[in-house]
């Protein structure tokens, strides 16, 4: 037999043993839930850090203004995304003109968005209190007027590659928009993408416009402010998974359907490398606002959300460069299933 004295020596001893392995454990687990707190507090207090928006004041001039207005109606999208109602049973989803910028448009998880998100009033009503360089900061390094960060949606990585003529003279147009009273709510983005927006706020020199008889460079100019690599690129939760310009980017519109983007690299099968120039241009001529307010469609038939009606007043030039430039990207065999009804 084992001695009872011996025995619980051992068994005293063993205990000690545990209660250090705890203690340590403790304190590892301690540690890291202080680590974690600290860098939840730094992303969410020390960043990002942007300079204080430019004390600025734009000059309005008949020539800025007609180029603000061709850019925020017709080549940047802004109408798309800014305008709260909409024709859902016509091709291309165009807004009711009464309620145009005026807000409120909204993404939810029902919309596989990591959040519920709002798009910002951005007539006088909301914007008429900010500053000229706090709508320039917003549009080219993407914050509030508080510095808060904007949800990327809103694409002012693309926006700060633009030249400071056409920034300022988008503000100076948003400023003659017709105020609509609209008070929108406040975005609400899922843990942990609120905080890892923060680290990928980053501020840019402006670019600068090429003169459009350097044809391709041109084309990129306005490819990159009508955001077509944002909406034609698979991305997902912010991470492109697909090349770049060949589609496949999902939007999920209920009760519309789920839409993705169209493959547009010059693949002659799957993407528009078998459309001419002019058939290109014709394309988007072709659908003004009045046309696809003419385009109605039945429950469960093929919609988009491209902003057909808003691009079509980009000019036949314009649209060429645009043409022009994608025929020189990577031509990648995608095939796209651009609407599905969705199932009930």
């Given at each position: 037999r084992s001695r009872p004295g011996g025995g619980g020596k051992h068994f005293l001893g063993a205990g000690e043993g545990n209660l250090k392995i705890l203690k340590i454990v403790a304190w590892i687990v301690l540690i890291l839930v202080v680590t974690i707190a600290a860098g939840a507090n730094y992303l969410r207090f020390g960043l990002p850090r942007v300079a204080a928006a430019p004390d600025i004041t734009i000059e309005v001039t008949p020539d800025g203004l007609a180029r603000g207005?061709?850019?925020?109606?017709?080549v940047m999208g802004c109408m798309s995304c800014h305008s709260p109602a909409r024709h859902g049973d016509r091709y291309s989803l165009p807004p009711i003109i009464e309620r145009k910028g005026a807000g409120g448009l909204f993404f939810t998880p029902e919309n596989r968005f990591p959040g519920t998100l709002y798009a910002k009033n951005i007539t006088p009503h909301n914007l008429g209190s900010w500053s000229d360089g706090e709508i320039?900061?917003?549009?080219t390094v993407g914050v509030d007027r508080e510095g808060e960060p904007i949800f990327p949606l809103m694409p002012s990585r693309f926006y700060a590659q633009l030249d400071r003529r056409d920034i300022y003279a988008v503000v100076a147009y948003l400023r003659t928009l017709k105020p609509v009273v609209n008070v929108v709510q406040k975005s609400q983005i899922d843990f942990p993408l609120n905080l890892?927006?923060?680290?990928?706020i980053e501020e840019r020199d402006f670019g600068q416009r090429p003169e459009p008889s350097d044809n391709l460079a041109y084309g990129r100019y306005m490819t990159t402010a009508a955001g077509?690599?944002?909406c034609h690129t698979n991305i997902v939760d912010g991470q492109a998974l697909g090349e770049r310009f060949a589609g496949g980017r999902e939007f999920y519109t209920p009760p519309v359907g789920l839409i993705r983007s169209a493959n547009i690299t010059p693949d002659k099968q799957t993407g528009i490398g078998d459309w001419n120039r002019e058939a290109f241009i014709e394309r988007f001529k072709s659908m003004t606002p009045e046309a696809v307010m003419e385009m109605k469609v039945e429950p469960g038939e093929a919609n988009t959300l491209m902003p057909w009606w808003e691009f079509s007043g980009m000019t036949r030039q314009d649209l060429g460069a645009i043409y022009d430039y994608l025929m020189t990207q990577k031509s990648v065999r995608a095939e796209i299933v651009t609407f599905e009804p969705i199932k009930k």
């Open positions: 207005r061709y850019l925020v109606e017709h320039v900061r917003a549009l890892i927006i923060r680290t990928e077509c690599i944002d």
